[in-house]
């Protein structure tokens, strides 16, 4: 559950887990797969809904195991290291609860469990360079965490109590990793951080995020380099400069704003203001008209009036995103905003969201009907699974692309394809010699 990052560590963890001799169960061919040995729950917190959802998918778990089977239940990320101990006391089947920063320990945690313990594994902790190997979910692009932690404190956000302080990693073992999945025939990577423009400030001396962007992007044979998640506080303008001097680097920015007014931006403690964002946004249009920008929102965080809702809705019109990811606020355990005392009524979150998702499906649809007619590189990298007839893959700007294609042929190739209709989250066309 959850974000890039926890898509990273889970990769990082079934690596470990299938090092290990334990293999995964597909529940289409494997009549054991209703009775596993082993569950790993890698989890997230960022929202009260992902919490809750934990506690439900543990519960036929725990039941087999109340009921005498041998199943060692693994509780991972920002939920266990949230409740820690809490977690045992609320579901005591669990036999290992571990935070975020241990996911390259796993193995390390099992021999506890295979001797009877039961092992919370959530202080903070220098995470040391795992040489496990994760099993990417994909063949063609793969993740590679360039910073861990956030030392951002978001009234709002459980992040820097989950994930801890920012730890930047080495600029080699990031390029020595790139080049590995290059060679392990890789056309994509995403580099990932909580807050990526953050790179190398915990280094002496300090590095900045738009050298790693320069050195990674230059490596042979990588055919695309993305990146997440960037933050207005902190994000250089020469950022873009590098986006555009580097071949790979994708046409592509996710820059989450959180809300349109200054007022709900002060105290949501995010650092910077709507002006702030819009010279980024004119930065980024004036040297790569034709980039995508997407971005997070919350809709009624404490506090938050008709006049501030307006303001988000208003920002959205000024920069017409190409997508944005839009959450009610909810309250999180731990967090300033969650003892407040200006929480907006549920109905009210709930209208406001609504609202808001008119318009960004409105924008989404707006942005990608540029592309009709245009013929634009896709890297593919599935079937179409609703079209067993298509294949599937993304562009520079991150639109997934449908067409008439043999994916055992096509997959992880670029393909010419022109496009001949433009959904509101998907185009679709034909491929072009």
Known sequence: MGCQMNLA???????????????????????????????????????????????????????????????????????????????????????????????????????????GNQVVATEATHIMEDSSKPRRQSKVCAWVNVIYGCNERCAFCIVPTTRGVEQSRPLESIVQEVESLVEQGYKEVTLLGQNIDAYGRDMVPKKRFSELLNIVGNVPGLKRLRFVTSHPRYMSLSVVDEILNTPSACEYFHIPFQSGSNEILASMGR????????????????????????????????????????????????????????????????????????????EIKKERLQRINVLVKEHAKERRARMLGRTVEVLVEERNVKVPTQVTGRTVHNYLVHFEGDIDKLEGELVNVQIDNCETFYLSGAQVE
């Open 271 to 346: 650092g910077h203001t709507r002006e702030k964002y819009l010279r980024i946004v004119d930065r980024i249009r004036s040297k790569i008209p034709d980039a995508a920008i997407s971005a997070d929102v919350i809709v009624g965080f404490p506090g938050e009036t008709e006049k501030d809702f307006q303001d988000t809705l208003d920002l959205m019109e000024e920069v017409v995103f190409d997508n944005i990811n839009t959450a009610a606020y909810s309250p999180r355990p731990n967090t300033p905003a969650a003892t407040w005392t200006n929480q907006i009524p549920e």
């Open 9 to 115: 560590d889970s990769e990082r963890i079934e690596g470990q887990l299938q090092s290990m001799g334990i293999r995964p169960l597909n529940p289409e061919v494997d009549e054991k797969s209703i009775h596993p040995d082993v569950v790993v729950l890698n989890t997230c917190s960022i929202r009260e809904h992902a919490e809750s959802k934990v506690y439900s998918y543990l519960g036929p778990y725990a039941k087999r195991k109340r009921e005498g089977e041998d199943v060692a239940i693994v509780v991972a990320g920002c939920v266990a290291q949230q409740e820690s101990e809490a977690l045992l006391r609320r579901v005591p089947e669990v036999d290992l609860v571990m935070g975020p920063q241990y996911a390259n320990r796993l193995s390390d945690f099992f021999e506890d469990i295979a001797n």
